[in-house]
Structures are given as C-alpha cells and as structure tokens.
C-alpha cells in the first residue's frame, strides 16, 4: 500500500459588503492508504461527501514516496 495526500479546495461561503465580494474558502487534506491513485482519489470522495460546500473545486492527489522534502 501507497500513502497519499489528497487535497481538494472548496468554497463555504461568499457574500457582497459594500463594492466587495468575500469568499471564504477552506481546503480539505486527508492521508489516505490505497493502491493507486485512483484508488485513492475515490476514498477521499466517499470520506468527504458529508462535507457541504457551495463548490469543491479540483482535487490534487500527491504520492508521499514522490514529494520532496526539505531538511
């Protein structure tokens, strides 16, 4: 089994102050166990469909063997 960071950005909230637009935005990260990424990309979904939002945007599914890391 591989582990992976899945990532997606999703939008909770926007509202109109005056001339301005606020967004309120939050990302959603989980450590999933799987074989693939698909796989793991298809957890994430199932783990987060209770999660409500106006929009989940794109997610982003990293292999931690494959991520760099700095000392």
């Known amino acids: 089994m591989k582990h992976f960071v899945v990532i997606q950005m999703t939008i909770e909230k926007e509202e109109i102050v005056g ?3 606020n967004t309120i935005m939050r990302n959603i990260v989980r450590q999933i166990k799987a074989e693939t990424k698909e796989n793991a ?18 997610i982003e599914c990293y292999d931690l063997s494959e991520l760099k890391s700095v000392d």
């Open 19 to 21: 001339n301005s637009k």
């Open 41 to 58: 990309i298809g957890k994430f979904v199932i783990n987060t469909k209770h999660i409500k939002a106006i929009n989940k945007l794109e």
